[in-house]
């Protein structure tokens, strides 16, 4: 379903070996979601992470915290292909809160979702396979907050200019 080069794209799978990979793919459940569906929405609560196999997302984030029903407004934030080796909602693996963004396919894609309960099984399982996944996603989310500090500092910097500070 997914080759093995898009695999060792993915982040999260790196620094595992194939039988390491294997494993965590093993506990993935394979999942299709047609074109303009969505996958995760922003605001709902998540428990999974998603690897893509095939196709094409689109995320959008809200851009007011309390929206509008009549005029919801959210912004493109990126385009993601399978070949690039994409997966997104991580986050939802160490904690079940609400999804940050909301991915909506573009394409029919094809997706293998993996709970936070599998993962926390196998790394009670196999500590050192769960060192590696969950330094991996340190990694990932450490990533994703210095770039969120970058885009406040950025958003911090054009507001101060239109304000005349």
């Known amino acids: 379903m997914i080759s093995p080069d898009s695999i060792k794209k993915i982040l999260l ?3 595992l070996t194939d039988e390491e990979i294997a494993t965590m793919l093993s506990m993935a459940t394979p999942r299709v ?8 929405r922003e605001g709902e609560p998540g428990d999974s992470m998603f690897i893509m196999c095939e196709g094409e997302v689109e995320i959008t984030k ?3 915290l309390v929206m509008s029903e009549d005029t919801p407004q959210e912004r493109v934030m990126i385009r993601l292909k399978a ?4 997966s ?3 986050m939802a693996l160490l904690e079940n809160e609400t999804r940050s963004a909301t991915v909506t396919a ?3 894609c094809r997706l293998l979702e993996l709970k936070g309960h599998d993962l926390l099984k196998l790394v009670n ?3 050192s396979l769960g060192v590696k996944i969950l330094l991996q996603l340190a990694r990932i989310l450490s990533n994703h907050l210095r770039k969120a500090n970058l885009d406040v500092v950025k958003l911090t910097t054009a507001l101060a200019v239109a304000l005349g500070g």
């Not at 047609?34 to 996958?39: K, L, T």
């Not at 070949?83 to 994409?86: F, I, K, N, W």
């Open 62 to 64: 809200r851009l007011t």
């Open 88 to 90: 997104f909602g991580e």
């Open 13 to 15: 799978f790196q620094e």
């Open 33 to 40: 979601f047609p074109s303009q569906a969505v996958i995760i």
């Open 125 to 127: 399982q196999d500590h």
């Open 83 to 86: 070949e690039d080796g994409v």
């Open 106 to 108: 573009l394409t029919e």
